[in-house]
Every structure is written in structure tokens, then in C-alpha cells.
């Protein structure tokens, strides 16, 4: 291997929903006795879901699986409402770690599929975000991956409304976006898009580096959306060579000149470093950052007023003054790095 230089994207790597998923689930192994259950990979990613693995959390696809009264996290994915009912019916515990801005999305579709709307979700089929969005109005919503599927709904009564999955790439989006708006003139669509901005933000980031590199490597796992949106991104770009990587151990040998270096927004920074070690170039990294983001997403709600009560019952052993309020700053400064640390344990 024979690189001269590498460029790192930034932002890359973890966003704030990813950050407040795998801080919550590390919260359950600590706070319960194992297992922990854990509806659908908490995060698209290989090592992250492997690390839990190890703690005792048990992935699955079927809540009806978890024994009665056993704790339960759902994923950032966001989880169709009888999934989450299920949960909640079986008696224990249950944590819902969805990201913020596929709640958002959820919201959106209930009030249109109230008011009448047909709508139109860009996503992609199976994929945990876009199954669990599309349940909330099933009777409503149409899935979109092509020009075909807005043109099988001409002919239909409106009105029509346009909704997608977060962590589509922004070419993909802007393409059947346009497509519907000249195919339903009429369409609604929310005053903000949809689309992440960490998921944007990476791609800008790749985008402008991307051109001038001889290779890039995009670090996330194969079923992480995001990180395949960020692939599609360096190809459209015109990178001549673009890899997509679980980690280190992946690469190949024969890389050479300029590479450039993004990660999906599941994956650790950790895996970023193991990376650049291996690359070893002989002029070293150069960072190019197109912004800097600085979003938090606190903690679930069930899981502080759970640690609220856990902090009430501690003081009231130790008869120490009552402390049951949320410490947010704490929180933000703890990170979902330092839980995937053998340290933090």
C-alpha cells in the first residue's frame, strides 16, 4: 500500500440520534442483569451491535420472543405502534430510543393520513425506518423507490403529500422529489425536509473531497442506509474507486495516492482511527470540514424518569439530600465513544 495523503470528511461518523440510542442501551445493561432485549440492531452497525452482544443484549425481530416482564429497548429506527404496544404489554420495562427526526416524520403521516392525504413515502422497502414509518398509516401511504411508483398513483384523488426516510441520500431525494411535484403540482410537502441534516452534512462533507481523491473509503456496515447513501455519493461524484468498509481489516493492499475518508453515521470513531493507522500515508491526514455540529438529543424520556427514580431510591438509602433532577449537562459531555470504551466499564 502506497498512499501519499489522506482526507478526512468531517462531520463524519456518529450523529446525535445515534449518540442518544447507544448511550440509552448502555444504560439498560447497567440498570438490569442480563439479558436485555432489544427490538431490531439498535444502530446499523457491525461492531456496535457485536459490542452489545457481549453485555447480554439480545437482538430480535419479534417482541412476542421476550419473556413477560423483561426489559426492552426499541431502536433508533423508530418501531411500527403495535410493535411498541406489544412491548408494553408484556409487562417489563420498555425504552424507546427512537431518533428524533423519524418521530418527526411519524407525526407528519398520522396528521396527513387524517386529513385525507395520499401519501408518497420515498424510502426503501424493508428497511426498519421505512417499515416502521409506513405502519403508522398503512391505509395511507405508498411506498416510493422510482419515477414508476409516482406514476402507478396518477389518476387517484388527492390531496397528495410527499414524506421520506431520514437517511436517504440527498440526490436520490431531490430527483423523485422534483419528479412529483411536476407529476402533482399540488403536493405538500413539510417546510423542513425530511432528510437528516447529519446524514446531509456527511454527504456535503464527502462531496467536496471526494472528486480529488484516486479512492474513497466510506467506513459502515452494508445495511446502513446512510452509509450506502454516502457510497452513491463519492460514485456520483466521480471517484474512479469507492469502497465501502467494516473496518481496518477490510482494506485492500493496493492503495495508492489520495484517499479519502468519510464514516456512516453509525459507525465509532474508533473504527475512523483503525483506519488511518492502516492507510499510514506519507504526508499525513488533512481534515476538511464543511460544518460543525453541535445537536444533543437527551435521553429517552422513560429512561430518566427511571434513572430519576433509581437516584430518589439511592438517596434515600445513603439519607443524602434528594437529588432527582436530570443532569443534562453530564449527560452531553458523556459520549457514545467512552460507552464502547472497555474503560467506561
Known amino acids: 500500500m502506497k498512499v501519499d495523503k489522506v482526507v478526512l470528511a468531517a462531520p463524519r461518523g456518529f450523529c446525535a440520534g445515534v449518540e442518544k440510542a447507544i448511550k440509552a442501551l448502555d444504560w439498560m445493561t447497567r440498570v438490569f442483569e442480563p439479558p436485555v432485549f432489544c427490538y431490531?440492531?439498535?444502530?446499523h452497525n457491525q461492531f456496535v451491535v457485536e459490542y452489545f452482544k457481549s453485555l447480554g443484549v439480545i437482538f430480535i425481530n419479534d417482541v412476542a420472543v421476550v419473556p413477560p416482564g423483561a426489559p426492552v429497548m426499541l431502536s433508533a429506527h423508530g418501531s411500527p405502534p403495535e410493535v411498541i404496544e406489544a412491548a408494553r404489554q408484556s409487562g417489563g420495562t420498555v425504552i424507546d430510543a427512537v431518533c428524533p427526526l423519524v418521530t418527526k416524520v411519524h407525526h407528519e403521516l398520522k396528521v396527513r393520513a387524517k386529513k385525507g392525504y395520499t401519501v408518497l413515502y420515498v424510502?426503501?422497502?424493508h428497511h426498519e425506518e421505512a417499515v416502521g414509518t409506513m405502519a403508522v398509516a398503512p391505509e395511507s401511504v405508498h411506498l416510493i423507490q422510482s419515477t414508476e411508483d409516482i406514476d402507478a398513483l396518477v389518476g387517484r384523488e388527492g390531496p397528495f403529500a410527499l414524506l421520506s426516510q431520514t437517511t436517504l441520500s440527498?440526490?436520490?431525494?431531490?430527483?423523485?422529489?422534483?419528479?412529483?411535484?411536476?407529476?402533482?403540482?399540488?403536493?405538500w410537502m413539510p417546510n423542513r425536509s425530511d432528510l437528516c441534516f447529519a446524514t446531509t452534512n456527511r454527504q456535503a462533507a464527502l462531496r467536496e473531497i471526494a472528486t480529488g481523491a484516486d479512492a474513497v473509503i466510506v467506513i459502515g456496515s452494508a445495511n446502513s442506509s446512510n452509509t450506502v447513501a454516502l457510497t452513491k455519493v463519492a460514485e456520483a461524484a466521480g471517484?474512479?474507486?469507492?469502497l465501502r468498509v467494516n473496518g481496518a481489516f477490510e482494506l485492500p493492499d493496493d492503495l495508492e495516492g489520495t484517499v479519502a475518508v468519510?464514516?456512516?453515521?453509525?459507525?465509532?470513531?474508533?473504527?475512523?482511527?483503525?483506519?488511518?493507522r492502516a492507510l499510514d500515508p506519507t504526508d499525513g491526514v488533512t481534515v476538511n470540514a464543511v460544518t460543525v455540529e453541535d445537536e444533543y438529543f437527551p435521553p429517552p424520556p422513560e429512561l430518566r424518569e427511571m434513572l430519576k427514580g433509581i437516584s430518589a431510591l439511592v438517596d434515600l438509602a445513603l439519607q443524602t439530600p434528594r437529588t432527582s433532577s436530570f443532569d443534562g449537562q453530564a449527560d452531553r459531555e458523556f459520549t457514545a465513544a467512552q460507552v464502547l470504551s472497555a474503560v467506561s466499564r
Open 40 to 43: 431490531h440492531e439498535i444502530v
Open 170 to 187: 440527498l440526490d436520490e431525494w431531490q430527483d423523485l422529489r422534483e419528479y412529483a411535484e411536476v407529476t402533482f403540482p399540488e403536493i
Open 123 to 125: 424510502g426503501h422497502e
Open 262 to 276: 468519510t464514516a456512516g453515521a453509525s459507525a465509532p470513531e474508533s473504527l475512523v482511527n483503525e483506519v488511518l
Open 239 to 242: 471517484c474512479p474507486r469507492v
